[in-house]
């Protein structure tokens, strides 16, 4: 799975309260993380607010390429 794209990468993580991946930029600061959301059944991003995170529209499509891969791995586990 490709976790490393030009300006940001992501690294996953796990917390007593849920799991997923932070999302980091090319400084390592983190502008938000992706977790699976049980309620609307998909993976969400959920920006960090206190690094005033700012998305190009090139940042956006990486971000939505890692879910629709985090979102095919969960499908390939689910079936297999």
Do not use: A
Not at 41 to 49: E, G, R, S, W
């Amino acid at each position: 799975m490709k976790t490393k794209y030009k300006y940001i990468h992501f690294e996953k993580f796990k917390t007593e309260n849920f799991s997923g991946y932070q999302c980091f930029d090319r400084d390592n600061i983190t502008l938000g993380f992706i977790r699976y959301c049980k309620k609307w059944k998909c993976f969400i991003f959920v920006p960090f607010p206190f690094s005033k995170p700012y998305f190009d529209q090139s940042c956006l499509e990486d971000i939505i390429d890692f879910m629709n891969q985090l979102k095919k791995k969960r499908e390939e586990e689910k079936d297999g």
